[in-house]
C-alpha cells in the first residue's frame, strides 16, 4: 500500500489554529520563525527581500501594513487584511515569495502564531513612526 506519512504534529499544534478566521479590516499579529532558528536576517540583503514581499503584498492590496519587526530567526508583522484576501493565503504568499528571493528554504513548518486585534487593543499600542 503506498501511503505519504503525515509530518509529525506538535503536542498543541492545533490549538494554535482554533478560533482562526479571516476577516477583511481585521487586524493581525504575525509572528513566524525562520526553519530550525537560523539567523537568516542577520544578512541585510535577506532582511531586505523579505521586506520587499510584505510592500508587495501592501501594492496589491491584500494587505495594509502596520508596522513590522524583522528579527534575525523571526519576523513579527503587524497587518491589517484588505480585498478579502484570508491569513492562510497572505502568508503562505509571503513565506514562499520571500524564500524564493533570499535562494533558500526559510520558513520553518507549523510555528506560526496569529492574533486577531481587536479597535480598542490597538489604539492602546504605542506605535513609533520614525
Keep these: ?76 508583522w503587524l497587518m491589517q487584511l484588505e480585498n478579502h484576501a484570508t491569513q492562510q493565503r497572505i502568508i503562505r504568499s509571503m513565506k514562499s515569495q520571500s524564500a524564493k528571493a533570499i535562494g533558500m528554504p526559510t520558513w520553518q513548518t507549523g510555528k506560526l502564531a496569529i492574533l486577531a486585534i481587536t479597535i480598542t487593543q490597538f489604539v492602546k499600542m504605542k506605535i513609533f513612526k520614525m
Design 1 to 76: 500500500m503506498n501511503s505519504i506519512a503525515k509530518p509529525p504534529q506538535l503536542k498543541h499544534q492545533k490549538d494554535l489554529r482554533k478560533g482562526r478566521y479571516s476577516q477583511t479590516n481585521q487586524i493581525y499579529h504575525i509572528t513566524t520563525t525562520t526553519k530550525n532558528r537560523r539567523p537568516i536576517f542577520s544578512d541585510f540583503a535577506s532582511a531586505r527581500k523579505l521586506i520587499g514581499t510584505i510592500r508587495k503584498s501592501d501594492d496589491l492590496n491584500f494587505t495594509k501594513t502596520i508596522a513590522f519587526v524583522i528579527m534575525p530567526d523571526h519576523m513579527h
